[in-house]
């Protein structure tokens, strides 16, 4: 934190698996670079007091290669399994996904529909944010220059919850989402919606929470496919509410508008599926 | 799966290639993994404007900075008239490529070389360019062939004169030249077609992906006398486009040839080769240049974009009567687009009585293209084929059965001029039409369609030497690169012919100053060229060794014969000589055993190939998943079948990344978008299924075993067949590549 502090142009890192491609291409490099991976609350794993403690700097295929991890938190899990590569896997993490601030981070919209917090230590002493109030823009945190995130701490999940992430890409892999979406539902005996969350991804300058989904969903029977009830199309027009995209290489805005709507309503029969399966 | 003939002992079969064991411990050794001591390295500045006049280029500050040693800008380079020379994919204009090399008075594409500068690290070299300072003019650019060809567009060319046309033209424009093909009475044609489809098609640019970057060392010594090393698909070619840019003697330099890390075409031509020499040479250093994926697709060859209008008209009964091509390739900077072969394969595989095919070769603010898989032809087969789909379905005749009845055969005069000599290309035909594939089951959102394509394949200017150890094994020496198994290959062929184990010979790359003239590694020629002179040279040495057995038995010649890699007596009076006798007894009767065979080959068997490809699509996000693909093709003969296979699949992955989501992706600006492998979206493994082949074997007259190229013909079909497919499962004619998952669900849309 010294260090950062003192080092106007320092960055931290823990994967580098953005830091160094963006030098590569052209971005100021640092004057120095910090690495987390050795402080020890950043690469490990907890499930106590009913919250699950996950390290920031724990690489990707860690996470995915975790069977508790994956039975809590299968759309997390998911997240993270896609980003990059194998390759790729084996050093990029949670919170490098998190604070390089692109709105396509395929992790991201999991923590966020999960509630996940951040732990965020710095000059200041330590602090905890929502996942979803750490990127303010493309590119840009609120963590000031000596902070960085140790570890995340989510809710461990209840009977009849669980959560799911879909993305689209043109092709099966080694590519970033054009679209991407995330879902968190929880289901009584019956299989009837008691809570549910949606978060979008690459359909805005930020990560985005479908704010209404729950409304929607809530007290709904949710079907194994998403066919003609009436309820998809009211969820399809709040998915589009949330949606500021851009045109770009990887998609059209319009492009983006359509298909944020059917990830929205797969993920969401995904995790119901799931959620239905832990009872 | 294959059905070669059997009936030999090597060739048609399966040994582990020679240069496998290099390859896959990490051994062989590509262009950039050559170095020397107190090596320089090379970087150079680009433009980064599309088009703009250079004011002045003030060096100043850079050569002053800490490790430079060498700057050099178009100034350096000598002018060179404006001539075109040979190469096997096309002829090459020096003076173009003088200026697409180091940009002279006006850049012409972002990325377009402006300097060139050498340093003790590559940091400094980086940081000397970035401190070299260019005044630029912007001038209004020219980023799509309708813009280049309306006529009052920007011109890149003052002195740019369409040629082909009927009459001069009286000011220079943006087109180079006009390619005309006409035979019949189309008039006549249209008259006697009880149904004619026309539709006009786009295709974006798109790179050969070849995943080894651009890469040589020079070393330019006092005397002038130079040696690069460098990864191509032809050195004795380097040499020549090298030495003729900086107006060295071609005899001065030798050019080693790396391991080549793929190249597809787009290795046929120079970028850093003069620049590194020339570096050297003002350092008195080695300089070692590398290309960076973004400076690779940025500044090396894509092959076109184009914009195509067909027109086929075919009786009630399936015959083709009348067709039309109107065709537009985009060059880039320079002229020199592969309009020739897109306007000669077009219509290549129909026979069809009237026909009317004009094509044009258009410059714009764009990387000059260079050579890919089949020039050409590819995205010509993409229309053609799609409107034969059209015509199929409109006449209810099976889209094969409608290519069985006018597919070109033995005889029949091709559109382009020749006749066709012995060809396979009923047989693929067949072939698809009796695959289970072709009648498989299909589901909900999933479709199947088929396409054609045609390559006429090339000879070239070879040399060949074979050459017997004492130990009585083989050394096959060629000029060539070997990019698709051709090591393999030429070392069958010459095991077949002395007799003696596959692995008892070593085929080499040997360099210029090793052996003699040979063209590139292009037009699918080696196999076929190089392999008549390796056989030729057995040959040669097969009756060198017969002479000498007869010697030492003094018989005469007659009495002697070759079996199974030993001379036999023909009366049996004397033990058989094995080739190891007779080679380390050479000294005795008359010296080393060693043949040298040249050629220029004629008769590059045309090749045919037939695809049958499944799609599904998704109809929420426009998805396009190719479920199933067969690639059906005449090989001739195939020397090492894995390889011919590895051919043809690898050229229908190509053209199945080309039909769904490859593409040059510009800003408003004619920046380039996604000079990278992550926004370029070429297919990976994980995208397709495994490819299915069928190796088709039409012997070729003209080559002993009967080969044909194949290393082209399996691109040129597949982007016709995924369109055809999604037709098929959507029920939407794609017109425009790529058939990206926007496209597609635009399209789906569109209801």
Redesign the interface.
């Known amino acids: 934190m010294e260090l950062l502090s003192a080092n106007p142009g320092a960055a931290v890192f823990a994967g580098a698996t953005d830091l160094i491609p963006q030098i590569q291409a052209g971005r100021p490099e640092p004057t120095l670079a910090v690495d987390l991976k050795r402080i020890p609350e950043t690469g490990r794993i907890e499930n106590s007091g009913g919250f699950w403690r996950v390290g920031a700097a724990i690489p990707a295929a860690v996470l995915t290669a975790h069977a508790g991890l994956s039975a809590a938190f299968p759309g997390l899990v998911e997240g993270a399994g896609l980003i990059g590569s194998d390759q790729i896997q084996g050093r990029a993490t949670l919170g490098g996904n998190l604070c390089n601030a692109s709105p396509a981070a395929d992790s991201v919209p999991p923590l966020v529909a999960l509630g996940a917090e951040a732990i965020i230590v710095g000059r200041g002493g330590e602090r905890s944010a929502q996942v979803s109030e750490v990127v303010i823009g493309p590119s840009a945190t609120s963590l000031d220059q000596s902070e960085f995130i140790t570890e995340f701490r989510i809710p461990a999940p209840s009977r009849g919850s669980s959560d799911a992430y879909e993305r689209f890409i043109p092709r099966t892999e080694m590519d970033i989402a054009v679209v991407g979406a995330a879902a968190r539902i929880r289901v009584d005996g019956d299989g009837r919606c008691e809570e549910a969350a949606v978060v979008l991804a690459a359909v805005a300058p930020t990560v985005v929470e479908v704010s209404a989904a729950s409304g929607i969903l809530e007290g709904r029977v949710i079907p194994h496919y998403s066919g003609r009830d009436a309820f998809w199309d009211e969820l399809g027009e709040a998915v589009v509410a949330c949606c500021n995209p851009i045109d770009d290489k990887r998609g059209t805005a319009e492009y983006r508008r359509k298909v944020a709507q059917v990830l929205a309503r797969r993920t969401v029969v995904t995790a119901a599926r799931r959620a239905r399966e832990t009872l | 799966m294959t059905t070669t003939r059997t009936g030999y002992k090597w060739v048609g079969t399966r040994p582990v290639r020679h240069d496998g064991l290099d390859k896959v411990t990490g051994r062989a050794r590509f262009g950039a993994d050559y170095a020397t001591a107190g090596m320089l390295h090379g970087v150079v500045l680009r433009s980064p404007h599309v088009h703009a006049r250079i004011l002045s280029i003030d060096l100043t500050e850079a050569a002053a900075m800490p490790g430079v040693k060498a700057i050099i800008t178009g100034a350096d380079l000598p002018d060179i008239p404006d001539e075109t020379g040979t190469g096997s994919e096309g002829g090459i204009n020096f003076r173009d490529l003088s200026r697409n090399i180091l940009a002279r008075d006006k850049v012409l594409y972002e990325g377009h070389p402006v300097a060139a500068v050498a340093a003790v690290t590559l940091r400094a070299a980086q940081r000397a360019a970035e401190a070299i300072e260019v005044d630029y003019e912007i001038l209004p650019a020219v980023l799509s062939l309708e813009e280049a060809m309306e006529d009052d567009a920007p011109v890149l060319h003052d002195d740019l004169f369409t040629l082909g046309l009927d009459s001069p033209p009286d000011r220079p424009s943006n087109i180079s030249r006009r390619r005309v093909i006409a035979r019949g009475d189309l008039d006549a044609g249209w008259e006697e077609a009880d149904v004619v489809v026309e539709r006009e098609y786009t295709t974006k640019a798109v790179h050969q992906g070849y995943i080894e970057p651009h890469a040589v060392v020079a070393e330019t010594g006092e005397d002038g006398r130079s040696t690069l090393w460098c990864s191509s698909q032809g050195h004795f070619a380097m040499r020549t486009y090298t030495t003729k840019v900086l107006g060295w003697e071609p005899g001065d330099m030798k050019v080693i040839p790396a391991e080549i890390g793929g190249g597809f075409g787009g290795k046929t031509t120079i970028y850093l080769e003069p620049l590194a020499a020339l570096l050297s040479r003002r350092a008195g250093r080695a300089v070692k240049m590398v290309m960076?994926r973004s400076e690779v697709f940025r500044a090396t060859g894509p092959t076109s974009g184009s914009v195509m209008r067909i027109k086929m008209g075919a009786r009630r009964d399936g015959k083709l009567v009348a067709a039309t091509a109107w065709m537009a390739y985009e060059a880039g900077a320079f002229p020199g687009s592969p309009i020739g072969p897109g306007v000669m394969t077009v219509l290549a595989c129909y026979d069809i009585p009237n026909v009317l095919i004009e094509g044009y070769d258009v410059v714009l603010n764009k990387p000059k293209v260079a050579a890919y898989r089949a020039p050409g032809a590819p995205m010509a087969a993409f229309a053609a084929e799609s409107v034969v789909d059209e015509l199929a379905e409109e006449l209810g005749i099976d889209p094969i059965e409608l290519r069985l009845r006018n597919a070109v055969t033995e005889g029949v005069r091709a559109v382009y001029g020749p006749k066709y000599r012995k060809i396979g290309f009923v047989e693929t035909l067949e072939e698809a039409r009796d695959h289970p594939h072709y009648s498989a089951p299909l589901g909900p959102w999933q479709g199947r369609g088929v396409a054609s394509g045609y390559w006429f394949n090339f000879g070239g200017e070879t040399t060949a030497t074979v050459s017997i150890n004492e130990d009585g094994t083989a050394v096959v020496m060629s000029g060539c690169p070997d990019i698709g198994g051709t090591r393999a290959a030429l070392a069958q062929m010459a095991a077949e012919e002395l007799g003696i184990d596959v692995h008892r010979i070593e085929p080499v790359v040997a360099d210029t100053h090793s052996i003699g003239y040979n063209d590139m590694t292009g037009g699918s020629r080696v196999a076929f060229a190089v392999g008549i002179a390796v056989v030729d040279a057995s040959r040669q040495l097969i009756e060198d060794m017969c002479s000498r057995a007869a010697l030492i038995w003094d018989v005469p010649r007659e009495e002697v014969e070759w079996v199974d890699g030993r001379a036999q007596s023909v009366t049996g009076a004397s033990a058989p000589l094995t080739l190891e006798e007779l080679a380390s007894g050479a000294g005795a009767t008359g010296g080393p055993l060693s043949a040298t065979v040249t050629v220029n080959p004629r008769g590059a068997g045309a090749g045919f190939s037939t695809q049958i490809c499944d799609v599904e699509v998704d109809p929420?996000?426009?998805?396009v998943t190719v479920l199933r693909y067969t690639v059906v093709q005449d090989a001739g003969r195939a020397i090492h079948p894995d390889y011919v296979e590895g051919q043809m699949q690898g050229g229908a992955v190509q053209g199945i990344g080309w039909a769904?989501?490859e593409e040059y992706?510009f800003d408003r600006n004619g920046v380039m978008?996604?000079p990278g492998?992550?926004?370029y979206?070429m297919?990976?493994a994980?995208?397709l299924p495994m490819i299915d082949t069928v190796i088709v074997e039409v012997p070729n007259p003209d080559h002993p075993y009967g080969v044909r190229g194949v290393g082209e013909t399996g691109i040129i079909p597949p982007m016709a067949a995924v369109a055809n497919a999604v037709y098929a499962a959507t029920g939407k004619r794609m017109q425009d590549l790529p058939m990206?998952?926007?496209r597609v669900?635009?399209a789906l849309?569109g209801d």
């Open positions: 960076t929420d996000t426009g998805l769904l989501n992706i978008e996604n492998f992550l926004d979206r297919p990976v994980s995208d990206s998952p926007v669900l635009e849309s």
